[in-house]
């Protein structure tokens, strides 16, 4: 990783995010660490998971809203034989079915029906909008009311162990080990929910770890331990920069400097044929310009950084 002060142009900073702690409190530790309060974060996590947060600093956070929209990895604990109310550990016990006779092929088929372009309900406890209220609140005040689906893909969804256990309160529930790629928007835990409830006997998300957010990896993240370590250490952190960032996250289209300087005045210059989406624009000299939108042929500015 090339190695930047936290200041300035800033870059990107991937955390293994500790359980317990909300996406909110990441960034506020961070802030701390880079000594600036222009830190933000690309998709959260809930408390209960841990794994890949990705961080803008200073500048970077311009790119966050755009990075948060990448295909997301997971791996996870799936509990068959009990439902709760949020749909994972950290929610009250709501029923116990118990899963005893659940069959290992009845599991593959309904893994298989959750899997590819779906339709999906989030949980309630989220913070999903219902005209302009967050989903949660509205449970905490006690009312009463349903979700919309939602269209989400799920790439790939395995089951790589299945494993009988017993619950705190006795009940024989089936603990399953699952990998998820999937798009932004997808709630793991809703997938949980709905295999159990596919299979009749409820299920939830006991555990959760993100290992990648788009092109980021775990084994290219650090704790919040390592990172105020180094601040220590050495007096700065080492960043993704801007450039780099944009590079691996987006597809890229080189210009001339005549279409740069035409690009950081706001012209809407024509592009050649390019993916739809986010695209990084880098001139003369791999210099970082903007990210752009191709739009009935022309570039749509979505942020610019010449």
Request: hydrophobic residues 40%; glycine residues 10%.
């Amino acid at each position: 990783m090339t190695r930047a002060k936290t200041t300035g142009a800033g870059g990107l900073v991937v955390v293994d995010k500790p359980a317990g702690f909300t996406s909110h409190d990441v960034v506020a530790k961070m802030r701390g660490i880079a000594r600036t309060r222009r830190v933000g974060h690309a998709g959260t996590l809930d408390p209960m998971a841990t794994g890949v947060l990705v961080l803008g600093v200073e500048r970077a956070t311009r790119l966050l809203g755009h990075l948060a929209l990448t295909e997301k990895e997971y791996v996870g604990t799936v509990r068959l034989g009990q439902t709760t109310l949020t749909d994972d550990a950290e929610g009250e016990v709501t029923a116990s079915a118990g899963a005893p006779g659940v069959r290992r092929e009845a599991v593959e088929t309904a893994v298989a029906a959750l899997t590819g372009d779906i339709q999906q309900v989030p949980s309630k406890v989220s913070a999903v909008k219902i005209d302009g209220k967050r989903s949660y609140k509205r449970v905490r005040e006690g009312e009463d009311f349903a979700l919309p689906a939602r269209p989400v893909t799920v790439s790939a969804f395995a089951v790589h162990d299945m494993r009988p256990e017993r619950a705190e309160d006795g009940t024989e529930v089936v603990d399953l080990l699952v990998s998820v790629v999937c798009s932004s928007g997808t709630y793991i835990r809703a997938l949980a929910r709905d295999l159990g409830d596919a299979l009749g006997v409820g299920g939830h998300l006991t555990a959760l770890r993100r290992t990648r957010v788009g092109p980021y990896r775990l084994d290219g993240a650090r704790t919040l331990e390592q990172l105020q370590a180094e601040r220590d250490e050495q007096g700065e952190i080492a960043v993704l920069p801007l450039g780099e960032a944009a590079a691996a996250a987006f597809p890229r289209w080189d210009v001339d400097d005549r279409q740069a300087k035409l690009l950081a005045n706001g012209a809407r210059i024509r592009t050649p044929e390019l993916p739809p989406g986010p695209v990084a624009v880098f001139g003369p000299e791999d210099r970082f310009l903007a990210l752009i939108e191709p739009h009935e042929g022309k570039a749509r500015s979505l942020a610019v950084f010449a």
